[in-house]
């Protein structure tokens, strides 16, 4: 699976959208942009995926450049639950692969208000 | 969304002595489910994977003989700790999906801490 770097730690103001950035370019064509995020001693929280398209659910939007090496996760309305580290992860959709993922370091998200 | 349930949240045990920890999917049936390890300040290991009905898969440097893995049904999965010692002290997370691609979903963790 590809290798995503993430900035360590980002600040964002209640209310305002954050806007989390990963880079990821060496993804391959099969291969899916993932976001997970983890509060402190919790497990881990899917938040959204996506292959080429912008992605929205009703916890934040995905946009993918067309080129498909970076992309940004958008939380529209950050509050204070906000708060936790974010992981971009890639990995292959295969049939039969289950979803064993491979985390990196991650975004300290945390909003202040 | 699905759910994932693990028991206990935390476990305290002496050095020595084998913890067991539950991992259940509450509404759907899981063939695969995954077992995590996280450090204080560290992001999660993979440290194997569990299929039902059969022996799990362990990432390099686990030892198998430690951390003993069961997926007797398709909702549960149990890690077992043998013989802890205070370097196994960590947060144990389990994972488990509804379909092979699908979004997996993570159960709460378990705090284990060995005296």
């Known amino acids: 699976d590809a290798k995503t770097t993430q900035p360590t730690s980002m600040d964002c103001a209640e209310g305002r959208a954050a806007n989390l950035p990963c880079n990821h370019s060496?993804?391959?064509?099969?291969?899916?942009v993932y976001w997970y995020r983890q509060i402190h001693s919790q497990g881990p929280q899917y938040i959204i995926h996506?292959?080429?398209n912008n992605e929205t659910n009703e916890m934040a939007s995905l946009i993918i450049t067309e080129d498909r090496k970076s992309s940004t996760l958008i939380l529209p309305h950050a509050t204070l639950r906000d708060t936790a580290v974010y992981y971009c992860?890639?990995?292959?959709?295969?049939?039969?692969?289950?979803?064993?993922?491979?985390f990196g370091t991650g975004t300290q998200l945390k909003v202040e208000l | 969304g699905a759910v994932v349930s693990q028991h206990p949240s935390w476990v305290i045990c002496k050095s020595g002595t084998s913890v067991k920890i539950e991992c259940r999917s509450l509404?759907?049936?899981?063939?695969?489910m995954f077992w995590y390890r996280q450090f204080p300040k560290q992001s999660l290991m993979l440290m194997a994977t569990?299929?039902?009905?059969?022996?799990?898969?362990?990432e390099q440097g686990v030892e198998k003989d430690k951390f003993l893995i069961n997926h007797a049904s398709l909702t549960l999965s149990t890690l077992t700790v043998t013989s802890a010692h205070p370097e196994d002290s960590s947060f144990y997370i389990c994972?488990?999906?509804?379909?092979?691609?699908?979004?997996?979903?993570f159960g709460q963790g378990t705090r284990l801490t060995v005296v």
């Open positions: 994972s488990a999906s509804r379909q092979p691609d699908g979004e997996a979903f």
């Open positions: 060496t993804i391959s064509g099969n291969e899916y």
């Open positions: 996506g292959l080429k």
């Open positions: 992860i890639v990995r292959v959709g295969r049939p039969g692969g289950g979803n064993k993922l491979t």
């Open positions: 509404d759907f049936q899981a063939t695969t």
């Open positions: 569990s299929n039902e009905g059969s022996k799990a898969t362990y």
